[in-house]
């Protein structure tokens, strides 16, 4: 069974090159477009949750705090999409409890193994 | 696939250059709207993260001077003008022709970009423009070689709530390793009785030592995620490079608290020796377990119970002994797998085929002369697979599997024998083509009614072979009767199972050694037999009455289960005279329990395997001959054979009706022979 990557992002290319980046990696990824659409994606099994911090209706902030606090899903490995510039809001994500994170811009290769490292 | 990224960057982008357009169009309106501000903010954002990533630079820097403006209007920092909305607007259709220039229409004017980003700090009192995007490291960049490879003493005890954040430390370790040899001690000085434990808590710490070319900031970097939340030591052990990758002795880590961790098996050191050698001491261990065996039987006639103790002591040292040197000559079929990844590509581009090769169980050990005797039928296994079994890429999409087909390999113990299986997903063996062409060829009759499984194993027959063409790969009807052969040499059986259509499977099942197995002495008449132990379940008693009970048929009742058993007095042709009370051996099988009746069961012996001569070869159930302590010949049986024959001649003779003679029928005469004969030369020794 391959392992399911959620991919948070309003940018349809970034969601794009993150889906073929891994599925390409064997993984098997599902899109959201924004964190409300995430966690109505949360119901089913994911393995990942690779979310972007800006975004419409929930932030990658608020999203990773609505994960923390739902039981279901404990320990769910999460990983943040933050740029060089934005030193606080991954401070702030950390503290909300991501997982690990990838500065934008990113390679494919540094994608793979940021999600090798905190998937396997 | 970069290319495809481009384009769909560039249509976002246009399509977040209109969505940033309509939000400062409404800013202009209402200047103190968030929701708007915020709009714009993600907008701009988004192409600068978007476009660095599919190579867009400047696009992503340019944006990135306006994001930063956006920022400062959402934190309230600063309050929109007219003048801040129109410049921007401007900046956005600035973007647009960046834009077309990427996608090759028109030219960008460098200094009006140049232009706008002056105009814009001084609107906004921005400092410094702030560098674009610069290149930072992250994992798997940055990470350079130093070059010689040296070692490191890294003391990783993460912090306590990292797995509610969804960090796996084993990952972490994993990666470690990716980077060089590393030796990990488990630190679990920390966990709390059992009372006290958190199940979601981290309480294990870990003491590692990696050997690797990569620079400590390489290191580091593994462990970047969690560096606030756990205690992370890395430092060099030694100063001089080391010059191979094999690690120094080093000392058990210091921080261990006591040694119950890996301060046991710092080195596996190893040294070479020719495998001759090894045969020369199997083949001495042989000889004093025989010797032994004299000496315990002396020990018992004598009664002395100073020479008695001696004997025992003798008996458990030789069972040691044998035990371990039987242990250094097992090697793990690794090596022996790892080959079969070459043949497999090399293969699959002769036959322009696609298939892949997994395995498992390579850790599975198996006596050196199995293995290297192994090599070759499995080599026929595979190329079989590959050119009978897998289809071609277009056949397989035809009949709705993968175009690339899978060999898989794998191996396991199952008692005293390893099971080797060579499965593939392709077509299968098609029975029915089997069938023919063995009538064609004259191996069976037209009119045979064979089962499925039977069928399976006319491909296993002489110069057998269904393919149309002779390839270089196979079909010259050598393969599959060679390594029946081959694994027939080796004590082993072959079963193929096929599944028409989605693939076949075929196990070899070996022994784990051939030289010396641990057994059980039975006696039947004058002839003594040795039954592998490994297959041996129990011993029950048989009464006469017993056998009145089932009317003659030989099945015993065994606390309710109904077992089938051989009298090996009547298979053998052993005149004896059946003793008032006999006993079973309960013997585990392919087909289930068999029982094998015997007068008398005399205890477990260590046998050491002698081959009988070559007009014995033919016989398939007994496996070899042992010498006992006082000189005589006992005949090592293979249950799995025994049973089998019995099983085969009961089915042939029900369909020949007892026309024609049985396989088992020649083969138990050519023993009965044996053992008679041997029955003989034992008197006469006893004679003299």
Known sequence: ?120 | MIDKHKQAFQEEARELLVELESALLELDQKRDDREVVGRAFRALHTIKGSGAMFGFDDIAGFAHNLEAVFDRLRNGHLAATADLVSLTLAAGDHMKTMLDEAAGHGAVDRARSAGILGELRQLTGLPEPQPGIAPTSHVGDGAGTSGLAHQWRIRFRPGPTVLLNGTNPLLLLRELRGLGQLRISLDTAAIPPLSEIEPDRCYLAWEMVLTTAAAPEAIRDVFIFIEDDCELAVEQVLDQAAPTPTPAILAPPQSVPDGRSAAGRETASSIRVSTDKLDQLVNLVGELVTVQARLSELAGRRDNADILEVSEAVDRLTAALRENSMSIRMLPLKATFARFHRLVHDLAIELHKEVELTVEGADTELDKTVIDQLSDPLVHLIRNSMDHGIETPEARRAAGKRSTGTIHLSARHSGANVLIQVSDDGRGVDTEAVRARAIEQGLIDRGAQLSEGEICSLIMAPGFSTAREVTSVSGRGVGMDVVRRSVEALRGSIDIGSNPGAGLAVTLRLPLTLAIIDGLLVRVGQAYFVLPLANSLECVELTRKDIEDTHGKHIANLRGELIPYIRLSEYFQIETARPELEQIMVVETEHGHYGFVVDQVLGDHQTVIKNLGRLYRNVQVVAGATILGNGTVALILDPHRLVQEVVQSRSQKKRSNGRSKSVNSQDSKLTAQFVKKENRINGTQSIQ
């Not at chain 1, 959201?32 to 800006?54: C, F, H, W, Y």
């Not at chain 1, 991501?98 to 994608?111: M, N, R, Y």
């Open chain 1, 1 to 120: 069974m391959a392992k399911v990557i959620l991919t948070v992002d309003d940018s349809a290319s970034v969601r794009q090159m993150v889906k073929f980046t891994l599925s390409d990696a064997g993984y098997s990824v599902i899109e959201a477009v924004d964190g409300k659409d995430a966690l109505a994606k949360l119901t089913g099994p994911v393995n990942l949750v690779i979310t972007d911090l800006n975004m419409p209706n929930l932030d990658g902030i608020g999203l990773i705090r609505s994960i923390r606090a739902n039981p279901a899903c404990k320990g769910l490995p999460i990983v943040m999409l933050t740029t060089e510039s934005q030193q606080a809001r991954k401070l702030e994500g950390k503290a909300a409890g991501a997982t690990g994170w990838i500065v934008k811009p990113f390679s494919t290769e540094q994608l793979v193994a940021v999600v090798k490292r905190v998937l396997g």
